[in-house]
Each structure stands twice: as structure tokens, then as C-alpha cells.
């Protein structure tokens, strides 16, 4: 198993460059497919090699319900550093379950109330609240509503014109239409398996804002009305409440997304030519990810070898 064992807890760091230069080279739909994949294969196999590790540490631990010849000396010996770091890994393995159940718990409860808020409302695409408060938000489908609905209030509502009203709900529906929550929610359980795909996580959540951008403006037909009802709605929308989805949303630096909606379109392309700084990038990323989910399953190959070695019949 040796040293590659450790290297999927430290190749996200080979994401860092396209984390950032994927927000401003790359198409949004293209950014964020990219970048939540990377960060999906890195997070498992970085929580592969905790996991690997920590079957590792627990062989070593005095009155363990494993078989015996898990910790027989050979078996430390095919391990190396399994004193220290294998039994440092069950602490660590432990934090990221609890980390990952927290989120998906609060998750699913956010959802479920936000579900249950609509409960009295016409079963219309679009929801609006009797609310002073200005917000709105795309509400996945539940159960009974695959398709979702965008929700706003009258307080939102108020301050935008028709206009950037049509702007405001064609962005919505290409939230829920890409289903923008599932690539959210993949990043951030890869943030909370390892801390070095934070930067990922920051990068999709703007990625997501600006691929709705676009679709949005291709709806409308004018990038400035979209533009504006983003700032207007930015502007009067702050202190959301938290217990709605509305709450957890990130819509990101929202200059720059105004910024990007008032010049041109960006080009479409399905990955960068190599040769340019976005490339490499990304090649690198690539690399990084195949390079990370070969140490997992060579690893977890050799520690099942060994182990079923050591296992008597």
C-alpha cells in the first residue's frame, strides 16, 4: 500500500489553479460540471483513504472484535506508518461523517419546512409569499412535485419592474431545471470530506449563480434587464431569513456577475485547448483526480490482499 495510500488526501490541492481561472474562462455550465466532478471523485477517494486507514489503525487497538492476524507483525510491516497514522485517521473519519450527516440532515429539514410553508398556496410554477421580506429561491421537487417551484415575495416582487420579473423567474427555472442543487450539494459534502476542495466549493457556488446568468439572459433576450434585476434584487435582498432555502443560497460576488452580464455572451466549448493557462489547468486537475482514484483502489487492492492473507479460515 505504501506512501500512495496518503496521496488522494493531498491531491485537491492540484485543483486550486482551474478552481479560479475555470469561473473566468470557461463557460458556467461547462465550469461547474468540471469542478464538481473533480471535487465528487477527490472527496470519495480522500474518504477511501481515511476509511483504508482507518481499518488499519482499528487492527492495532487493544480488544478490537477483528480477527487477530489483523495485527500480526507482517501485516504492520506490508502497512507502513500504521501506528500514527492509522489510528489518527479514526478521529478524522469520524469528524467528516458527522460534518456530511450534519449537512444532509440540515438539508433535508430546510427543504421539508420550505415544502410545508407552500402547503396552502395553488400548485403554480411560481409561488409568492405575502412577505414584506424581499428574497426568492428555487424549491427542488419533493415527492409529489418533481419539477420544483420558484418561490418570491411580494417584498421582492415590489421593487422590479415586469421586466426584470421575467428576468428574476427565468433565473430561478434554470436553477431548478439544471438542477443546480444536486452540483451545491456534492461540493459541499467534498468541502467537509476534505478541506482543501473549499476553494471548489466557492468556485461551484458562483459557477451555478452565473450559469443561470446566462440561461436567463438567452430567455429574456437582454443581457442589461438581467443584469439589473440581479442588482436590484441583491441590493434589497439582504437579511434573508436563514430557515428558508433562500438562506443557504450563495449567489456570489454580484458585481462580477453583473460585470459578466454586461459584456458578451460566453464562448460555449466543452473543454479548454491546452496549450493556454485554462488548459493546463485542468489537465492538471484531471491528472490530479485519475492519479487520486488509482492510489484509492490500489491501496484498498493491496490492504484487502494482505488482510485476507492475514484472516484465518
Known amino acids: 500500500m505504501g506512501v500512495f495510500v496518503f496521496l488522494p488526501l493531498v491531491l485537491p490541492l492540484t485543483a486550486w489553479p482551474i478552481a479560479r481561472l475555470a469561473e473566468q474562462h470557461l463557460h458556467p455550465r461547462v465550469a461547474t460540471r468540471l469542478l464538481t466532478g473533480v471535487a465528487g471523485v477527490m472527496a470519495l477517494c480522500s474518504t477511501v483513504c481515511l476509511g483504508l486507514l482507518v481499518v488499519v489503525g482499528t487492527a492495532q487497538l487493544p480488544g478490537n472484535p477483528l480477527p487477530d492476524g489483523w495485527s500480526d507483525p507482517e501485516v504492520r510491516a506490508a502497512v507502513p506508518q500504521d501506528e500514527v497514522a492509522g489510528k489518527l485517521a479514526i478521529p478524522a473519519l469520524l469528524v467528516v461523517a458527522v460534518a456530511c450527516g450534519r449537512l444532509l440532515r440540515r438539508h433535508r429539514t430546510v427543504r421539508r419546512r420550505a415544502h410545508r410553508a407552500l402547503a396552502g398556496l ?65 461540493v459541499q459534502l467534498a468541502a467537509r470530506a476534505n478541506p482543501f476542495l473549499r476553494p471548489l466549493r466557492t468556485a461551484v457556488s458562483y459557477t451555478a449563480e452565473r450559469w443561470a446568468d446566462e440561461e436567463a439572459a438567452r430567455v429574456v433576450g437582454d443581457r442589461r434587464v438581467v443584469a439589473r434585476a440581479i442588482g436590484k434584487a441583491a441590493l434589497v435582498s439582504r437579511g434573508t431569513p436563514v430557515p428558508t432555502l433562500a438562506g443557504f443560497a450563495a449567489p456570489g460576488p454580484v458585481p462580477r456577475r453583473v460585470a459578466a452580464l454586461l459584456g458578451p455572451a460566453p464562448a460555449v466549448g466543452n473543454w479548454p485547448p491546452a496549450f493556454t493557462a485554462v488548459g493546463l489547468a485542468a489537465w492538471t486537475a484531471a491528472v490530479g483526480t485519475a492519479v487520486s482514484a488509482m492510489s484509492s483502489a490500489n491501496s484498498a487492492v493491496t490492504l484487502a490482499l494482505v488482510l485476507h492473507a492475514a484472516t484465518p479460515l
Do not use: I, M, N
Request: charged share 20%; no cysteine; hydrophobic share 45%.
Open 122 to 186: 395553488p400548485g403554480t410554477a411560481v409561488a409568492v409569499l405575502p412577505d414584506d421580506t424581499p428574497y426568492a429561491y428555487a424549491l427542488p421537487g419533493g415527492a409529489r412535485d418533481r419539477t420544483g417551484r420558484v418561490v418570491v415575495t411580494t417584498g421582492l416582487l415590489a421593487g422590479l419592474r415586469p421586466a426584470e420579473r421575467r428576468a428574476l423567474f427565468a433565473h430561478e427555472r434554470a436553477h431548478l431545471s439544471a438542477r443546480h442543487h444536486r452540483f451545491l450539494l456534492v
